[in-house]
């Protein structure tokens, strides 16, 4: 009699442990993204969801590392297709691109303690000032 009991309760037991999951996700819905401004996306959408992150890491250290400078998986390409229209910016709100998917994972984003989370506006060379290379780096633009 003992050996059926602990059987149905090791049976309920674990009958909760796999049934808690969908409990917990009951009632809470997918992030609705804002389509990007492309065409399309610079990967297939699934396989973005899956391996953006290892995406723009192997882009980070070509660029950083390599001195490789390409757009194809550039954070930068990245915010300027997928800014919101309302916000302007990927991470400002919850319902922007970035924050709506990391929000719902629970993942911190920490892209944005260095880089912008909405686009860069367009210099033209005129708006740029000139710098001559004898000024560049020294305290107040001094001449040497």
Do not use: N
Request: aromatic share 4%; net charge positive.
């Amino acid at each position: 009699m003992r050996e059926i009991i602990r059987a149905w309760g090791l049976t309920a037991l674990l009958a909760g442990l796999l049934l808690a999951p969908a409990g917990v996700m009951a009632g809470v819905e997918k992030p609705v993204l804002e389509r990007g401004k492309g065409e399309r996306c610079v990967e297939d959408t699934e396989y973005m969801r899956r391996y953006h992150m290892q995406l723009l890491k192997h882009h980070r250290d070509d660029t950083m590392r390599r001195g490789i400078r390409t757009t194809k998986h550039s954070l930068k390409g990245c915010v300027e297709c997928h800014a919101s229209s309302k916000t302007g910016s990927v991470a400002s709100s919850k319902e922007d691109f970035c924050m709506a998917c990391h929000v719902y994972a629970s993942v911190k984003l920490d892209c944005w303690d260095c880089h912008a989370t909405k686009p860069m506006k367009k210099t033209t060379p005129a708006a740029m000032p000139r710098l001559s290379p004898l000024t560049v780096g020294l305290p107040g633009g001094q001449q040497p």
